[in-house]
């Protein structure tokens, strides 16, 4: 039986998780659509570069502000990718790993004389889901829902600066929750699985339940980092379900 104060962790963790999931899930189906898979690493990190830059360059900024620079340097990103797949996309993939290469680089030179700077690259790259607070959650919370509410009721903001804009503000949300790895797993993997789904959004949104659920509790019996746990029940859960409606279809066929 659980204890109260492990029951304590776990729960906001586990909310913080399922939101993560909850709106990642169109957002991925999206970039699979597009073929910019690799977009969410490379905002995730531009987003966590601002987070490093604030943290570097201000004496204790607050969380507002950390928050401004994270979200300003996203959004950044994403017009500049925008522009990128108005001006050149066929080189559209390789400008967008280009760009993760040289924000992570830039991190790394901003902390390499910072006393913590392993630890926040750490943070950075796995985060640190089972320090979320219910706190955490009424801030972040009604970003989600926001970008829920403009992504279903308003399907026109599915495309061009819209979707930029609506994607670098979930990512600048979830990089601080869950880290740079547990964003792209959480995006691109449930979105893989639900690739052949008829009722593509409620498989994706299945799968990613599913791997946080899993992937805390695991973590917590265990007691093992819950970010890369997250990424290897996202790995195998959503693959095991991509295989397996790929070889369900194939017998169709």
Same mark, same amino acid.
């Given at each position: 039986m659980m204890s109260k104060e492990l029951v304590d962790i776990i729960a906001p963790a586990l909310v913080a998780g399922l939101m993560v999931a909850f709106v990642h899930a169109p957002l991925g189906v999206e970039v699979i659509k597009r073929g910019i898979i690799f977009i969410d690493l490379a905002i995730a990190q531009i987003a966590g570069l601002g987070l490093v830059t604030a943290m570097v360059f201000l004496h204790e900024p607050s969380w507002i502000m950390i928050q401004v620079f994270a979200l300003v340097f996203a959004l950044c990103g994403g017009l500049f990718f925008l522009w990128v797949e108005r001006k050149v996309p066929a080189q559209q993939e390789a !400008? !967008?790993?280009?760009?993760? $290469?040289?924000?992570a680089s830039l991190a790394l030179l901003l902390l390499a004389d910072h006393p913590q700077g392993g630890d926040e690259i750490q943070h %950075?790259? +796995?985060?640190?889901? @089972?320090f979320v607070s219910w706190h955490d959650v009424v801030i972040h919370g009604p970003v989600y829902l926001t970008i829920l509410a403009f992504w279903f009721l308003i399907p026109a903001v599915r495309s061009g600066l819209g979707f930029y804009t609506l994607f670098a503000i979930a990512i600048t949300s979830s990089v601080q929750i869950v880290g $740079?790895? #547990? #964003?792209?797993? +959480?995006? !691109?993997?449930?979105?893989l699985a639900a690739l052949k789904a008829k /009722? $593509?959004?409620? #498989?994706?949104? %299945?799968?990613? =339940? @599913?791997? #946080? $659920?899993?992937?805390?509790?695991? +973590?917590?019996?265990?007691? /093992?980092?819950? =970010?890369p746990l997250l990424v290897v029940t996202y790995t195998i859960i959503c693959l095991a379900g991509f295989f397996w409606s790929t070889k369900k279809h194939t017998i169709i066929a």
């Open positions: !400008i !967008i790993g280009c760009s993760f $290469v040289l924000a %950075l790259l +796995s985060g640190q889901i @089972l $740079v790895y #547990v #964003v792209f797993a +959480s995006l !691109i993997l449930p979105a /009722k $593509v959004y409620r #498989v994706a949104w %299945l799968f990613g =339940g @599913l791997s #946080v $659920v899993s992937g805390l509790c695991i +973590s917590t019996w265990i007691d /093992k980092p819950a =970010g």
